[in-house]
């Protein structure tokens, strides 16, 4: 427990709501509280919204919530499978996804499920190896949209048109986001990252252009 105190000073209650079983998941432990850094509470709720979209366009159709729900029953974690997929599949089998049970769920508790189930989805576009969703990356691009107040249809939108662009360019990556914000870019990748936060921006159909969004993203670092 002296590993998760540590890594979750502030949002303990949440941590409390992660069952024993994902307590002792390597990959959960890595993920969840890289993810808890980056994107501590309220950017969550935002998140799991862009990871889904962009998990949609790398091809992975994932409802992150409800698969934190999944993973957090299951009396099994990610480690005693051959691949993230046949994980899915025994959650799918074993621990449906059970709506009613959710709702009665504490607002902790569902927080707990959307660190969970973000990191689930994060290893299972990883293993679909079209995006691979880097966690700092994530907390720059949500930090810095976060501010718009885009209706969830828009935040939706934006990530599955930056991260459709991104995925095509073949010349830059989910991280070089971070990159980006950061002022360390490669400047050859400029071009590529730059028309995906507008093909985001278009299909969101947002007034915010690509640099309005850029120097959001550097306020946000």
Not at 17 to 22: A, E, F, H, P, T
Not at 48 to 74: C, D, R, T
Not at 84 to 91: R, V
Request: charged content about 25%; glycine content about 8%; overall charge negative.
């Amino acid at each position: 427990m002296g590993f998760w105190s540590g890594l979750w000073n502030g949002i303990k209650s949440i941590a409390n709501s992660i069952s024993m079983v994902l307590k002792e998941s390597p990959l959960v432990r890595s993920l969840v509280t890289t993810l808890a850094a980056a994107l501590p509470p309220p950017f969550d709720v935002v998140a799991v919204i862009a990871v889904q979209a962009l998990a949609a366009s790398a091809g992975v159709q994932e409802k992150p919530e409800e698969l934190g729900f999944q993973m957090n029953e299951a009396d099994k974690k990610p480690e005693d499978f051959g691949s993230f997929k046949e994980y899915k599949e025994y959650l799918d089998r074993e621990y449906p996804f059970d709506q009613e049970k959710f709702d009665k769920l504490s607002d902790e508790q569902k927080a707990a499920c959307r660190y969970v189930g973000m990191a689930g989805t994060i290893q299972e576009v990883q293993e679909a190896k079209n995006l691979e969703l880097n966690p700092e990356a994530l907390g720059v691009l949500v930090k810095g949209i976060a501010g718009f107040k885009w209706s969830d249809q828009q935040i939706n939108a934006f990530a599955h048109g930056l991260g459709t662009s991104l995925s095509s360019s073949g010349n830059a990556s989910f991280e070089d986001i971070g990159a980006l914000a950061k002022g360390s870019l490669n400047p050859d990748k400029w071009d590529s990252v730059e028309g995906a936060i507008s093909a985001g921006a278009k299909e969101a159909g947002v007034k915010q252009d690509s640099a309005a969004i850029f120097a959001s993203l550097q306020e946000n670092v």
